[in-house]
């Protein structure tokens, strides 16, 4: 498909599947009294507010690799989302570098706007299909742990509550790619006064076997996300860690590492389709 397509707007959905958390729990005993289904139910709420309103903005990204990061600015064209490289280890691009990156730019937005009705329906589509790939898995994950109660402490300049998620016994997956979660456990910090979350963490606690892919997914895969207020009510990802561990037709090992900033948020023009 023509243009590039963000993998942080397939990556900020991985939000939705610590959001996913929030949506089954039980209400568990505390030495305040504090009942576990309000604060899951209300927190899924804004937290789906903060997904569905994600499209909005644009945003910087910064991928950090052991050799270096780039930085992106990531634009909503028309729909969909377009990275266009702005900085390579901090240092912004040379000149020449810049404006090869606003021809791209450009080339881009004059393709969209002369894409035919099939050619437009068919990128959105492509789009929509990782969204509710997003929302299939978030479905299972709702089904997948039982929550309690941890603490209430204090986590930067949030009071949060903390709620451990472990595997809820039964579980069955309905999908290959929801197989995953029967090896998880996570953590969530909800913010008390907004129940908007402020951080996540999930790993793997033990090895799962992924039918069809000939993979297991092994301990040593987790994921950490973090949320800051962006906007009026709106709170989205500032940091997304991911390290994962696999082994391939159970021979060949297999290890990634994601690890990514977004800042400088901000609405998205009302065509979706001018250059910065």
């Known amino acids: 498909m023509p243009g590039q397509i963000s993998k942080s707007r397939v990556a900020l959905p991985v939000s939705l599947v610590f959001a996913a958390l929030m949506l089954r729990a039980a209400k568990a005993p505390s030495s305040?009294?504090?009942?576990?289904?309000?604060?899951?139910?209300?927190?899924?709420?804004?937290?789906?507010?903060?997904?569905?309103?994600?499209?909005?903005?644009?945003?910087?990204?910064?991928?950090?690799?052991?050799?270096?990061?780039?930085?992106?600015?990531?634009?909503?064209?028309?729909?969909?989302?377009?990275?266009?490289?702005?900085?390579?280890?901090?240092?912004?691009?040379?000149?020449?570098?810049?404006?090869?990156?606003?021809?791209?730019?450009?080339?881009?937005?004059?393709?969209?706007?002369?894409?035919?009705?099939?050619?437009?329906?068919?990128?959105?589509?492509?789009?929509?299909?990782?969204?509710?790939?997003?929302l299939r898995f978030i479905r299972e994950f709702s089904e997948a742990f039982q929550f309690r109660l941890l603490a209430v402490r204090q986590l930067g300049t949030h009071h949060v509550y903390v709620i451990q998620a472990t595997p809820l016994p039964g579980y069955k997956a309905t999908d290959r790619e929801s197989e995953v979660l029967t090896g998880m456990q996570g953590r969530l910090f909800v913010d008390k006064d907004t129940y908007h979350w402020v951080q996540a963490e999930a790993e793997v606690i033990h090895p799962v076997s992924i039918e069809g892919f000939l993979a297991t997914v092994e301990p040593g895969t987790r994921f950490e996300l973090d949320k800051a207020p962006v906007d009026a009510g709106v709170w989205l990802p500032t940091h997304f860690l991911m390290t994962s561990n696999a082994k391939v037709l159970g021979l060949f090992r297999h290890r990634d590492h994601q690890n990514e900033t977004y800042s400088k948020y901000r609405k998205v023009n009302a065509s979706g389709l001018q250059p910065e």
């Open 32 to 134: 305040q009294n504090v009942d576990v289904s309000q604060i899951v139910r209300q927190s899924a709420q804004v937290t789906l507010a903060d997904r569905k309103a994600s499209s909005n903005y644009d945003y910087y990204e910064t991928d950090r690799e052991p050799g270096g990061s780039k930085t992106y600015s990531v634009l909503m064209l028309d729909g969909s989302p377009y990275r266009r490289l702005v900085a390579v280890n901090g240092a912004p691009l040379s000149q020449s570098k810049q404006e090869e990156e606003k021809k791209k730019l450009q080339d881009e937005i004059a393709r969209r706007k002369q894409e035919s009705a099939e050619d437009r329906a068919r990128r959105l589509a492509d789009f929509q299909k990782d969204e509710d790939r997003d």
